[in-house]
């Protein structure tokens, strides 16, 4: 198996038009890694996947995927990658097991592996029902268990817990997660940011067709401290953590107000906010999730925020 | 380019899609009640012809056969355009199907449409004609004529399926690229028809190179069978009227697989340059 990056863009660019909706993105993801790409509705995200899988031409840039970087190479690579973009795309008149077996054939995977994948996502006892009668949660499950075929080395995801109940998001996490435990790298692109933060590795964020960060979740969520205050008018809560000395950024979140701080010295902010007649009725340390990291990279929040 | 997969592929997308069942029962259905009522009728003797072989391939490969066109077109232009309507073609590239096998793929499929119906028509009217009296014919089963106008007619499905995957590729939603088919092939060619004709001098000659009309000229058994011809030159002549001017085999052979083969080109330059 290669050391070369799973997958390697080079100024990518993508123009409809005069509108650019990939401007030169870079970036690297490395062998057994679940990447995270994330970014606001329009952002790019999925026009930089479809270029990835050959169905939306480049405008400028290259890319490897598994090494590969020419159009005879990328061709034979894509038979090593599984995919969905945006909602499961299959036959509605033909069953799960018929519409497994053509991508089989794409992928000159054995027939035997059908029901093995079948099973591995639950769709054992469903395999003959047509696909226009699967629930989303059992679409995005088919979806999953097609990217399982063949010799697949990297599992790409366009939101694949879009529209599902915190059930279905369980199950899709427990399979992404089972894949890498196969040894595939996986590629995931998502607005729900709290599900990303808890499978992904490394995360890269792109805003208006450019990357605007890229980093493994761990160094993306450290750093300053972070506290969540509420208590009083959360309008005037907001403009008084601004005024303090120690706050390097504050924002809001429904009632909770959300400070970067320069030190954990909770009293002395406590002290601050009182003596300007706010009573805390919460202040807390809280961890610096992706989310704050996203709202302060791309300035708007995510769609679909979990509550 | 693996051939044998793109094969299953299209069988199975092909035998399980209902509008195929429809299609194919309906043109059963009619060419059973048809080729029965021809054998019918020669059996009580209202038809002086005998609906045996090698006569009767006079009439399957006739007016029904013709009808096919309409039903392979129609399924064609379901089975591609809804490749695009249910983002399946978007989903085959991207479990590793490159564009040019894609294409390659809806190619044998119009082989294969056309293939079903084509030996529907000839083992329906076969072994309904083979019912007949054939005391009266004699020759071999199939004659050199009869296998002149079935190779043409194979050309002439080729040409349509080319024209409707062209229509189904270019605007990639069935509805709309059913009227396009039958919006062009039944009103607008024949307007043109016209209009060349009232433009130039040679206008109803240039109108005879348009693509359904050479694809129907293909279909006709005088162009192929020198009997039919003499016969009709003949019936022509006792009713006053001028001899039909054919257009010469070749040149009619050639003009209808250029046709085909610019509809097909089209079709894949424009499926290759757009985005899916």
């Not at chain 1, 199950?171 to 196969?182: G, H, N, S, T, Y």
């Not at chain 2, 206008?203 to 359904?212: E, N, V």
Request: glycine share 10%.
């Amino acid at each position: 198996m290669s050391d070369a990056p799973v997958i390697e863009t080079t100024g990518l660019t993508k123009r409809f038009g005069s509108q650019i909706a990939v401007d030169g993105i870079s970036f690297t993801v490395e062998r057994g890694q679940i990447f995270g790409f994330l970014g606001p509705n329009g952002s790019g995200k999925t026009t930089t996947i479809g270029m990835l899988l050959g169905i939306i031409n480049a405008t400028a840039g290259s890319f490897r995927l598994l090494g590969e970087g020419s159009l005879r190479g990328l061709h034979r690579v894509r038979q090593r990658v599984g995919a969905t973009l945006e909602t499961p795309n299959f036959y509605p008149y033909l069953s799960g097991r018929d519409n497994l077996r053509i991508v089989a054939n794409v992928k000159r995977a054995p027939e035997s592996k059908i029901v093995e994948v079948l099973d591995a996502v639950g769709l054992a006892d469903r395999a003959k029902d047509r696909f226009r009668t699967y629930s989303l949660g059992m679409k995005q499950r088919l979806a999953l268990a097609a990217t399982m075929l063949g010799d697949t080395d990297l599992v790409i995801l366009d939101e694949p817990a879009n529209g599902l109940d915190p059930e279905g998001m369980r199950e899709i996490r427990e399979i992404i997660l089972r894949l890498r435990e196969q040894g595939r790298t996986i590629f995931l692109s998502s607005h729900l940011l709290w599900e990303v933060e808890r499978t992904c590795t490394h995360v890269a964020i792109i805003k208006n067709g450019r990357i605007v960060r890229q980093a493994s979740v761990s160094e993306m969520t450290a750093g300053t401290v972070t506290a969540g205050l509420r208590g009083g008018d959360a309008e005037t809560l907001l403009a008084i953590v601004g005024d303090y000395p120690g706050a390097v950024t504050v924002t809001r979140q429904a009632d909770l107000v959300i400070a970067e701080l320069r030190d954990d010295d909770l009293a002395a902010l406590n002290a601050f906010v009182a003596g300007r007649g706010i009573f805390l009725s919460h202040l807390a340390l809280r961890q610096r999730s992706l989310e704050d990291v996203f709202i302060e990279l791309t300035g708007e929040p995510p769609t679909g925020t979990a509550v | 380019m693996n051939v044998p997969a793109l094969v299953r592929n299209e069988t199975i997308k092909l035998r399980n899609y209902v509008p195929t069942l429809v299609t194919l029962g309906i043109y059963i259905a009619i060419l059973v009640l048809g080729f029965g009522e021809m054998h019918r009728r020669s059996i009580r003797e209202v038809d002086p012809r005998p609906f045996a072989l090698p006569t009767a391939w006079n009439q399957i490969l006739g007016e029904l056969l013709g009808l096919s066109v309409f039903f392979i077109c129609v399924l064609l232009i379901l089975l591609i355009a809804n490749e695009f309507t249910w983002r399946t073609a978007r989903q085959n590239v991207i479990d590793g199907l490159a564009k040019e096998e894609w294409f390659l793929g809806k190619m044998l499929l119009v082989a294969i449409v056309g293939s079903v119906f084509f030996l529907t028509v000839i083992v329906i009217g076969g072994l309904i004609a083979s019912l007949g009296d054939d005391s009266a014919v004699a020759g071999p089963i199939v004659r050199a004529a009869d296998l002149k106008v079935m190779g043409a007619f194979a050309l002439s499905l080729l040409g349509y399926g080319s024209l409707a995957l062209l229509i189904a590729t270019l605007v990639r939603s069935a509805g709309s690229a059913l009227g396009i088919f039958f919006l062009y092939t039944v009103l607008l060619e024949r307007l043109l028809g016209l209009g060349l004709g009232y433009a130039f001098d040679r206008g109803s000659d240039i109108a005879s190179f348009l693509p359904t009309v050479l694809l129907n000229a293909l279909m006709q058994r005088i162009q192929w069978d020198p009997d039919a011809l003499a016969a009709l030159a003949a019936a022509a002549a006792a009713a006053g009227q001028p001899v039909p001017d054919l257009m010469s085999a070749p040149v009619l052979l050639a003009a209808a697989a250029g046709w085909t083969v610019a509809f097909t080109a089209i079709a894949f330059v424009v499926f290759r340059r757009r985005d899916l």
